[in-house]
């Protein structure tokens, strides 16, 4: 099982419409969660951190399970300039190393 | 402020040849990653910096492969006798490597270069 899971995608939207990503991780002593976008041949640039039960910023809603491992981000009223792809990415427990899913491919189309 | 650069941009190279991969940190940030990013596939892992700690070097996929950081700041990676399956993007993060003091979680933030595109023909 990998280490960190994600939709393959790609998702194809139109706009306003709202779309979740979903993410499971294999190691239960993870401890840091985030949501990072990557533009197209760009650097991976953090989107939100998710804590504890999950966290709330303007049209992106991010939650953590950690009974399943598991891990989601919800975009509402999804904008073209939404279109990227979104890497999920865990830290374990006193750990530096973040561990990235192989991300999921969104297009908001108009 | 300034963030992470690199650099180059790209680079080409004939399988065999030694390339030198240059990342500058943002200024005050203790912590400095290497990662690569393959066609298709996600970031892994390559090598960390902590300061004047020894790197942790578990990532790094072969002995063609070393780093190092001088006086804190800026590091370079290189890759002896490239290959070509060293084709990828290589990426370089800082970070203020902040633990929180009651939890002892490791709560920083990395910071993304725009990275370097090497291509090994």
């Known amino acids: 099982r990998k280490e960190v899971e994600q939709d393959p995608g790609p998702f194809n939207v139109p706009e306003g419409a709202t779309v979740a990503f979903n993410c499971t991780y294999s190691?239960?002593?993870?401890?840091?969660f985030f949501w990072y976008r990557q533009d197209c041949r760009k650097e991976p640039k953090l989107l939100m951190s998710?804590?504890?039960s999950g966290n709330e910023d303007g049209r992106f809603t991010a939650q953590l399970n950690r009974a399943s491992q598991y891990i989601s981000l919800l975009i509402r009223d999804s904008k073209l300039s939404d279109s990227a792809t979104y890497l999920c990415v865990v830290r374990g427990a006193g750990s530096y190393q973040l561990t990235f899913g192989k991300g999921t491919k969104l297009s908001v189309i108009p | 402020g300034a963030g992470v650069s690199q650099s180059p941009s790209n680079k080409v190279t004939e399988k065999g040849k030694d390339v030198e991969l240059r990342c500058d940190p943002i200024?005050?940030?203790?912590?400095l990653y290497w990662y690569r990013q393959s066609l298709g596939q996600g970031l892994e892992f390559l090598i960390y910096f902590q300061g004047n700690s020894a790197p942790d070097k578990s990532g790094l996929p072969s002995d063609r492969f070393s780093a190092e950081r001088t006086g804190g700041s800026v590091s370079t990676l290189t890759i002896q006798r490239t290959q070509q399956e060293d084709s990828a993007v290589y990426l370089c993060?800082?970070?203020?490597?902040?633990?929180?003091?009651?939890?002892?979680?490791?709560?920083?933030?990395?910071?993304f270069g725009p990275g370097t595109r090497l291509t090994v023909l």
């Open positions: 190691n239960s002593a993870s401890q840091s």
């Open positions: 993060a800082s970070s203020l490597s902040v633990i929180r003091r009651i939890s002892g979680i490791n709560t920083d933030t990395q910071y």
């Open positions: 998710v804590y504890s």
């Open positions: 200024s005050g940030h203790t912590a």
